[in-house]
């Protein structure tokens, strides 16, 4: 009953859905430039967010797991870009990014860069998009990648610097072999959140300047509920729900093989 | 010529131990030199990283424009939320969202965890499968056909719809979470129960759940965090000031008072406390490592 329940719940909305959709619409949206641009703009903004947090996640857990004093205390507080509301974060980025009056377009001002509005190039607001989002996202990287180090056995250390093994190739063949399953799992479950992702983009940018900044959650929305193009837009929404579909039924077949082996 | 021989392996040992010694001593003094430096290195990233964090706290104790405050420090922008906005209203209305969220998706998927958990076979695998594919769904995808059909249901600007959506959204990684969880608890204690005549549901009522309060907090941290932080949800359900839940709330509120940030960060204030303030206590509690490992399980 309990199954049933949830599965009416999403299988539900799908089908009802179904009779509003037309193939016209589908070839409508992919002739479109602006649904090529969300899309590349929404493949960079995954690789970034992917890549970026995990190598911040993952240096920083390396870091706190040598001995540090307060040790917990960093852990935490490294956490909170994570738990803080999203509304609120964007909120203070805004203030720290958005306006010539904001603390950091006033630091370029005086090194010598002149008067940069973050928000108003376009490339420059791709970029600030995607470092706000490493920033939001790396403490998630972090938690998993120190419950994957905590499971690393320190004697295995100890044994290749017996054997003459240096720092980086300790690191190279002990632990990224170690902690590659939940690697794998944490970039499935950061390209599903990057992917997905709407406030981040919507908040800080609302898919400006010029469109740049629109991935393909935010163009799907603006359709909707901007331009009340319903059609289009479930469109939209229905190409990313198979591409992302097929992506995680591939790599879901990798963590088990992986899982196998 | 025996008892100088000795003497002389005496000699040679003691300075060959104070050889090593001293390598022992500069090597630990290399250590906490190096630890020094990390110990710096993580205190500069982590005020690097908590800089916009400490801003929305700063600012909200500052004056805003036009106030006869003097000084750096006040109080007054709290006061004047809760007294002359919605604020209060909005905290309401997040509040119950959230609890009720919690406390269903809790509910639901304490139990079905266990069966995901515990009856292992063809049907059961595929369906977590389904459960990982209906995760890994664009929560726009969902929101516009819903839309359509909420507002059949005189559901759209209500609260009940957003929650109601909330309890779904959480269900699948829940259902995981307490899965995982189950994992880890052996079975052998739910046959002895068996064996002293429990049924199926009192073994599992009175033996499993009380075994896993960790895994229950963890899940009910994952559904707080999700129906509390959530903004697309409540942007396009929520339609009128009085239904607002904090997020949607802030965010217009921050339209309308774009240069006034000490208000503005006093609403954030507000709304990041109640998630802190959980974490702090529970956060041991709450392992990611754990939705990874039960990903990684199956």
Redesign the interface.
Known sequence: M??A???S??N???L??GP?VGLKNYTDILTQASFWNAALFTLVFTIVGVFGSWIVGLA?SL??R????ANGL?K??????W???????A??????VATPQS?LPILFAHLGFGNVLFLADPTLAKIVVCVFKV?ISFP?MM??M???LASVDTNVYEAAKVDGASNWQGFRFITMPMIA??T???W??MT?FC??D??TI??LTGGGPVNATQS??VL??LT??QNFQ?GP??AI??V??LV??II??VL?RQ?RK??VE | MSTLSVRRARVKDQAAGSVTATRRRTQTEQRKRGGWWRFALIVVITALVLVPIIAVVGLSFQPSLGSTVKGNFTLENYSSIFTQTAVVTWLTNSLTVTVVTVVIAVAVAAPAGYVLSRARNKLVSGYSLVLFVVQSLPVVSAVIPLFILFAKFNLVDNLVGVTIIYVGSTMSVAIWMMAAYYDSIPIALEEAAWMDGASLFGSFTRIVLRNSLPGILSTAIFAFLLAWNDYLIALVFLRSDPNYTLPVGLETFFQQNATNWGLVMAVAVVMMLPPIILFSFLNRYFSVGGIGGSLAGR
Do not use: C, E, K
């Not at chain 1, 935490?76 to 870009?81: C, I, K, R």
């Not at chain 1, 909120?91 to 720290?96: D, E, K, Y």
């Open positions: 309990i199954y329940f949830i599965q719940l999403h539900g909305t799908l009802d859905s509003f920083l870091l706190l040598t001995h540090i004093p960093f935490v507080l490294l956490l909170l870009p738990i803080v509301p999203v509304v609120v974060s909120t203070s980025w805004n203030w720290l603390p920033w998630f938690m998993m120190s419950s994957a399953r939940t794998f799992v944490s499935i479950l599903i992917v997905n709407f406030p919507f908040l393909l959650v799907a929305y909707v509920f319903t837009g479930i929404a229905f990313m729900t992302l579909v995680s039924v879901y963590i992986v899982n």
